[in-house]
């Protein structure tokens, strides 16, 4: 009688025969190995494929598309909103007939000057040209009377409010500003600077900080406006433009405002910091071939648009140099009339009939290798740094997104981690492995094995809580400890083996280990117990203190001492397991051999043990490396997760993975912070893969040494 089995649709009889169902067993063992290890190589592949696949838009290129022309009818006058280059119409009955208007657009809101009349439309309710539906016409309209000359007429909308700014007749520069509540009048306020230094160049207005920046040449004026209801005329500064060494072709913000760029006639970009009072200069100027009659940059990414005097249009990085396109425009004006949407989709030139629009692709102009990985010149830095910080649209500044910092402190966490672990891991495993009876051996190994499943979330939580404040409180004493743990054995081993060297009666009457143990033992409580007074006695002050005014070293509480003593704990049941093993899998026969010619236990663990054990010991330390560079929970919590890239053990950190696990819930899906956390999982993922492969390299070499044996 046959035995059947259901394997998938198939219906398989196994053989009655003991030799033959032994085949078969051990042919459906074989089958199901294979497919097992398939399976999980094709997971590690379709997960190295997605995240590839979800990296790809940071690095998409710039492009271009074609012109579209749009006609308007002469039944209504015409304004292009600068937030997504629409068009939209303002009714004939809102403005005098027969009277020559100006038209302004910022963002949302178009300003119409007349002779005698300024007008601010708000463009998110004024009556829009859409194909598919017509807005209501309910807008909110301002209008203020205002006669004269006006020179240098600008406009610049900011989300709650306005800001216009011009020179009369007499030369007096007037300020403008108009408030938007969501409910309620608009307040319209108005400021005077008569004899301002400078009367002409080019003026720059910033809403949102209520500020205005005049230049003219290489000087510039700054004039911060008044907070409401105040009876003082605001702020003003003047300076010099550091650089500037021929005439200014073109003045215009730089992205999110935070820079001024200013284009010179010898085809020089220079970059001035406007975060600062005195516009300091930033960086070194960029060369770009040809000179430039427009700038304008985006509010919300690092990009600015340059049109040159060949109709060339470019879009340029500041921060990084970058040259993202560089295409010809045909048929262009020669006045700089062109204009950058908002958003950064289209560049676009209005004459009042035709609206000719050029679609943008940008591509990702943050995440190129120069700003990931290079320093930049970021507004209110002395000089070129390297930064992380993506939510800097919340406290008002453009995000940036340096990888660098986290990276460096993925490994220095796991660096710190090691110089606990390797001591620990090694001096236990020896130990265990060779020194300890097998009895004693499999009652230590286990316990050992057993802090291997202690959750990583509960040592990093102790840590940040209690450890941090102790070792905050006793840092003289934990460093002392760690210095006696590791330099004294060490000094007393090297002690050791110059005495055998030198003197015979020291290889034929080593010392005890019990002796040597015990008086290491009392001199470490000793000196723990006498922390304090040794403290005061060498240094005549808390070590923090003397940290700070000796070495400019600044103690955080939470800090790459903490985490590597913490995760150091972590890591070294791993590594003990590998080396244990590898120590014990050495043949008895090597070590019996050299002791039958005389050599000490000792001479033995190292001539012989040691080397024919080495590709384990490196590949556990390989493995311990890697698993720290992967640790989570304990960077998460025992860390100020600041990215610093700072060597000293005082200072905070933050990892790849601790940034992953804790801005991931917060990235919006699809953007450029969610796709630069799957770009640091694929840095993490390719680091531990890599260094788990050399591991088990070294694996194979040993196991391949001692087979058969």
């Known amino acids: ?97 027969g009277e020559p208007h100006r038209f302004i657009a910022s963002g949302s809101r178009a300003l119409v000057a007349s002779a005698d009349e300024l007008q601010v439309f708000d463009l998110v309710s004024v009556l829009a040209i859409d194909a598919e539906r017509v807005r209501p016409d309910a807008r909110r309209r301002v209008s203020i009377p205002e006669s004269g000359e006006r020179r240098a007429l600008v ?154 005097v060949d109709d060339r249009l470019m879009l340029f990085v500041p921060t990084s140099a970058k040259l993202l396109l560089d295409v010809r425009l045909e048929d262009l004006p020669r006045e700089p009339t062109l204009q950058l949407s ?23 102009p943050d995440t190129g290798w120069r700003s990931l990985w290079l320093p930049q010149h970021y507004s209110a830095y002395d000089e070129a740094a390297h930064a992380w910080q993506p939510d800097g649209v919340a406290i008002g500044v453009l995000p940036k997104y340096g990888l660098t910092p986290l990276v460096w402190g993925t490994f220095k966490a796991a660096l710190y981690a090691m110089v606990l672990a390797v001591p620990l891991a090694l001096g236990a495993a020896i130990y265990t492995g060779y020194f300890l009876p097998p009895r004693r051996r499999n009652q230590v190994k286990p316990a050992i094995e057993m802090l291997e499943a202690f959750p990583t979330v509960v040592i990093g939580f102790l840590a940040g809580l209690w450890f941090a404040p102790l070792l905050a409180d006793h840092l003289f004493a934990v460093l002392l400890l760690l210095t006696l743990f590791v330099l004294a054995p060490l000094g007393l081993a090297a002690l050791h083996l110059a005495l055998q060297r030198w003197a015979r009666v020291f290889v034929r009457r080593p010392p005890r280990i019990a002796l040597v143990s015990l008086v290491y033992v009392a001199v470490c409580l000793l000196c723990l117990t006498q922390a304090s007074r040794l403290e005061m006695l060498i240094l005549d002050q808390p070590l923090r203190d003397w940290l700070w005014e000796s070495l400019g070293l600044r103690y955080e509480q939470r800090n790459a001492l903490l985490v590597g003593l913490a995760m150091g704990l972590a890591v070294t049941p791993v590594m003990f397991s590998i080396i244990e093993d590898a120590i014990n899998a050495v043949p008895r026969s090597l070590s019996d051999g050299s002791l039958a010619l005389g050599a000490t236990r000792w001479q033995a663990l190292a001539g012989v043990v040691l080397p024919a054990a080495a590709p384990a010991i490196l590949s556990a330390l390989l493995i311990g490396f890697a698993r720290g560079l992967g640790e989570t929970m304990i960077v998460l919590l025992a860390t100020g997760n600041t990215p610093l890239l700072l060597g000293d053990p005082f200072s905070g950190l933050r990892s790849i993975a601790a940034t992953i696990a804790a801005e991931m819930p917060e990235a919006g899906s699809g953007g450029v912070h969610f796709r630069l956390m799957f770009l640091g999982a694929l840095v993490l993922f390719m680091l531990t893969f890599v260094l788990n492969t050399v591991a088990e390299l070294f694996r194979q070499r040993l196991r391949y040494m001692y087979e058969g044996r």
């Not at 025969?17 to 459906?28: C, V």
């Not at 271009?64 to 749009?70: D, F, K, Q």
Request: hydrophobic share 50%; with cysteine.
């Open 1 to 97: 009688m046959r035995c059947v089995v259901i394997w998938g649709l198939r219906m398989i009889e196994i053989p009655t025969g003991l030799a033959a169902r032994r085949r078969f067993f051990d042919t459906l063992a074989t089958i199901s190995a294979r497919a097992a290890g398939i399976t999980v190589l094709l997971a590690l592949g379709l997960i190295l494929v997605y995240l590839i696949y979800t990296c790809l838009p940071l690095m998409a290129p710039a492009g271009l598309g074609a012109v579209e022309e749009t006609r308007v009818s002469d039944a209504g006058v015409f304004v292009v909103r600068e937030v997504d280059a629409s068009l939209w119409r303002i009714p004939a009955t809102d403005l005098r007939r």
């Open 155 to 308: 406009f610049d909308s900011a989300a709650d409010k306005a800001l216009l700014a011009f020179f009369d007749a007499s030369g007096t520069l007037h300020a403008i500003r108009l408030r938007f509540p969501v409910r309620g009048e608009v307040s319209v306020e108005r400021w005077a600077l008569p004899n301002p230094p400078l009367t002409g160049g080019e003026i720059l207005l910033d809403a949102g900080r209520d500020e205005l920046l005049m230049v003219f040449g290489d000087r510039f004026l700054r004039w911060q406006i008044p907070v409401p209801r105040s009876r003082e005329a605001g702020r003003v500064l003047g300076g010099k433009l550091a650089g500037i060494g021929a005439a200014v072709d073109a003045v215009a913000w730089g992205p999110g405002r935070e820079t001024l760029l200013v284009a010179t006639a010898d085809a020089l970009l220079h970059r001035y910091d406007a975060a600062r009072a005195g516009l300091p200069h930033l960086g070194v100027a960029h060369a770009l071939g040809a000179r430039l009659r427009w700038i304008a940059s985006e509010p919300q990414r690092r990009v600015s648009a340059l049109l040159t």
């Open 342 to 364: 908002s958003d950064g989709s289209a560049v676009y030139h209005f004459d009042g009939s035709v609206l000719r629009y050029w679609p943008l692709r940008m591509g990702s």
